[in-house]
């Protein structure tokens, strides 16, 4: 089945539940459209989209399916929701119900032609200024926006009716009117700025800078600015001497750590970082935050520390960074995997692998595999089948089927799907553990159920109708976000070609309590 039939056949699947009288699984179908919607079931999705007898979340997904799948609104789905919009009750619009901010800009989105553009345009115009305002400043942190054209269009209304207050200034600060109405000093207005920065374009800076120049000086004294522009504004030499400062001052009790973080990555960023971040690390009178800070610094330069005398947190800041592990990160990696704390041996014998490959570090593998920790041995028996062992394949399996812990049935899971050649009965195997009530430390955390999905990602051994027969029946039957993720994923790598994948699971954590504080 290529990928637009399967598209279609479950478009229809979905729509045939979304008939079905009973609405227990209502919710679980509408969010998997946004996945599977087929443009031409366009006209079948908008009836859900503008039936206000509809559970809220129902509509919510059908519209987050149209816009993801630009699926044509026709232009009486476009009034009729319009409408609803517009007679919404404006206390409560901005965040909750169908006819949320969320909402009306996924609606402005679907606009198509010029006839739409004139029904939205008349809308956005007749908008109280209240809710013009608050349009604008769910807009701004919205991954979904507004074209310049109505952007401008609302924005100017909130200037001609007086909507434009502090909150709608800090959003805009790319317009002349908002940048006159902020303070033009330090104050609370740093940390505003700070949040609004990384939302402006160069531009912008430099127009606060010239109109605002009290704010934009206290900004660079308290290095409140992304690094690329406190480059750009302040001599190298001045931004050393403002970290020193700002390490100075710093109070562990009124400043937050992100103070301590920025002035320590402005001094690894310059001449002498190494042998300024060492005597942090050494200074045991320095601030528990600072000398964090300078550790996890300290363990990704060259010349390689001694890693046993860093903070240990540092330490383990520094691990959960490395998502992808470059030569630069050889010798941390090199020494975690060595450690006789758990979680750091799992951490660096798990990036080392990924960097060099399996072959380079033989012995390193059959030493771990022959280890008491079960998530080091699974690592280590991942790699081992990679190449070849059917011993450590069967123990993989054996261990993700019966291990009396979640999280190393989990982990070995992980380890199983990242095999080129897979166990003849790994589908079943996914299968089996997707429909199993997930043991978990918490209400969202289903970390097997996670990793069963992704094992049924894209992949040549894997057969695609089957893979998403099972994947859309665990998504029918959801019962924690943690797992949604995995099988959204999952889902995206067959339909769209996508590398099926979620943010990493800090395992340790959950097997090595002891650890928790400091290594996870």
Same mark, same amino acid.
């Given at each position: 089945?290529?990928?637009?039939?399967?598209?279609?056949?479950?478009?229809?699947?979905?729509?045939?539940?979304?008939?079905?009288?009973?609405?227990?699984?209502?919710?679980? /179908?509408?969010?998997? *459209?946004?996945?599977?919607?087929?443009?031409?079931?366009?006209?079948?999705?908008?009836?859900?989209?503008?039936?206000?007898?509809?559970?809220?979340?129902?509509? =919510?997904?059908?519209?987050?399916?149209?816009?993801?799948?630009?699926?044509?609104?026709?232009?009486?789905?476009?009034?009729?929701? *319009?409408?609803?919009?517009?007679?919404?009750?404006?206390?409560?619009?901005?965040?909750?119900?169908?006819?949320?901010?969320?909402?009306?800009? *996924? #609606?402005?989105?679907?606009?198509?032609?010029? /006839?739409?553009? @004139?029904?939205?345009? +008349?809308?956005?115009?007749? !908008?109280?200024?209240?809710?013009?305002?608050?349009?604008?400043?769910? +807009? &701004?942190?919205?991954?979904?926006?507004?074209?310049?054209?109505?952007?401008?269009?609302?924005?100017?209304?909130?200037?001609?009716?007086?909507?434009?207050?502090?909150?709608?200034?800090?959003?805009?600060?790319?317009?002349?009117?908002?940048?006159?109405?902020?303070?033009?000093?330090?104050?609370?207005?740093?940390?505003?700025?700070?949040?609004?920065?990384?939302?402006?374009?160069?531009?912008? =800076?430099?127009?606060?800078?010239?109109?605002? $120049?009290?704010?934009?000086?206290?900004?660079?004294?308290?290095?409140?600015?992304? !690094?690329?522009?406190?480059?750009?504004?302040?001599?190298?030499?001045?931004?050393?001497?403002?970290?020193?400062?700002? #390490?100075?001052?710093?109070?562990?009790?009124?400043?937050?750590?992100?103070?301590?973080?920025?002035?320590?990555? =402005? !001094?690894?960023?310059?001449?002498?970082?190494?042998?300024?971040?060492?005597?942090?690390? @050494?200074?045991?009178?320095?601030?528990?935050?600072?000398?964090?800070?300078?550790? &996890?610094?300290?363990?990704?330069?060259?010349?390689?520390?001694?890693?046993?005398?860093?903070?240990?947190?540092?330490?383990?800041?520094?691990?959960?960074?490395?998502?992808? $592990?470059?030569?630069?990160?050889?010798?941390?990696?090199?020494?975690?995997?060595?450690?006789?704390?758990?979680?750091?041996?799992?951490?660096?014998?798990?990036?080392?692998?990924?960097?060099?490959?399996?072959?380079?570090?033989?012995?390193?593998?059959?030493?771990?595999?022959?280890?008491?920790?079960?998530?080091?041995?699974?690592?280590? !028996?991942?790699?081992?089948?990679?190449?070849?062992?059917?011993?450590?394949?069967?123990? #993989?399996?054996?261990?993700?089927?019966?291990?009396?812990?979640?999280?190393?049935?989990?982990? &070995?899971?992980?380890?199983?799907?990242?095999?080129?050649?897979?166990?003849?009965?790994?589908?079943?195997?996914?299968?089996?553990?997707?429909?199993?009530?997930?043991?978990?430390?918490?209400?969202?955390?289903?970390?097997?159920?996670?990793?069963?999905?992704?094992?049924?990602?894209?992949?040549?051994?894997?057969?695609?109708?089957?893979?998403?027969?099972?994947?859309?029946?665990?998504?029918?039957?959801?019962?924690?976000?943690?797992?949604?993720?995995?099988? @959204?994923?999952?889902?995206?790598?067959?339909?769209?070609?996508?590398?099926?994948?979620?943010?990493?699971?800090?395992?340790?954590?959950?097997?090595?309590?002891?650890?928790?504080?400091?290594?996870?």
């Amino acid at each position: 089945m290529s990928h637009l039939d399967a598209r279609t056949h479950w478009t229809d699947t979905l729509l045939l539940i979304l008939r079905d009288p009973e609405p227990s699984r209502h919710q679980p /179908a509408a969010r998997l *459209l946004e996945l599977f919607a087929d443009r031409s079931r366009g006209a079948a999705i908008e009836a859900i989209a503008v039936d206000d007898t509809r559970d809220d979340w129902v509509r =919510i997904y059908a519209l987050r399916a149209m816009h993801r799948r630009a699926v044509p609104l026709s232009l009486p789905g476009l009034t009729s929701l *319009l409408t609803e919009f517009e007679h919404r009750p404006t206390s409560t619009a901005r965040h909750s119900g169908f006819a949320s901010d969320d909402n009306v800009l *996924l #609606l402005v989105g679907l606009a198509i032609d010029a /006839a739409h553009d @004139a029904a939205i345009r +008349e809308f956005l115009a007749s !908008l109280a200024p209240t809710v013009a305002r608050d349009l604008l400043c769910t +807009e &701004a942190t919205s991954a979904v926006r507004l074209s310049p054209p109505l952007r401008d269009l609302v924005y100017q209304r909130c200037v001609d009716s007086g909507a434009l207050d502090d909150e709608l200034a800090w959003h805009t600060l790319d317009r002349p009117e908002s940048r006159a109405r902020v303070p033009d000093g330090s104050g609370g207005g740093v940390e505003r700025l700070r949040a609004a920065s990384r939302r402006l374009n160069g531009e912008a =800076i430099a127009a606060i800078q010239r109109e605002r $120049p009290g704010l934009f000086a206290a900004a660079i004294e308290q290095l409140a600015l992304p !690094l690329d522009v406190l480059r750009a504004h302040a001599s190298s030499e001045r931004l050393m001497a403002l970290a020193r400062q700002r #390490l100075r001052d710093f109070d562990e009790k009124r400043r937050p750590a992100r103070a301590a973080w920025a002035a320590v990555r =402005i !001094l690894a960023s310059e001449p002498g970082a190494v042998e300024t971040l060492d005597a942090m690390c @050494a200074d045991v009178t320095l601030a528990p935050a600072l000398r964090q800070a300078a550790a &996890a610094q300290r363990a990704t330069c060259l010349p390689a520390p001694d890693f046993g005398q860093l903070p240990r947190a540092g330490i383990a800041t520094s691990l959960r960074w490395l998502r992808d $592990p470059a030569p630069a990160n050889r010798a941390l990696l090199a020494w975690a995997s060595e450690s006789d704390v758990p979680a750091f041996r799992y951490a660096g014998a798990s990036g080392l692998l990924a960097l060099d490959g399996y072959v380079a570090h033989a012995d390193l593998i059959d030493r771990l595999a022959r280890g008491a920790e079960p998530l080091v041995r699974m690592v280590a !028996l991942g790699a081992q089948a990679a190449s070849g062992s059917a011993a450590a394949l069967t123990a #993989l399996v054996e261990t993700a089927r019966s291990s009396d812990h979640v999280v190393v049935r989990a982990r &070995a899971m992980r380890s199983l799907a990242a095999l080129a050649t897979r166990p003849i009965n790994f589908d079943e195997l996914c299968q089996q553990l997707l429909r199993e009530e997930p043991a978990s430390y918490d209400s969202y955390y289903t970390p097997l159920a996670s990793e069963a999905a992704l094992g049924l990602a894209r992949h040549p051994a894997t057969s695609e109708s089957g893979a998403l027969d099972a994947l859309v029946d665990a998504a029918l039957a959801i019962r924690h976000d943690d797992e949604w993720w995995a099988i @959204a994923a999952a889902i995206s790598s067959w339909l769209d070609g996508t590398e099926a994948a979620i943010n990493p699971v800090w395992y340790w954590t959950f097997l090595y309590p002891a650890d928790r504080a400091g290594a996870a």
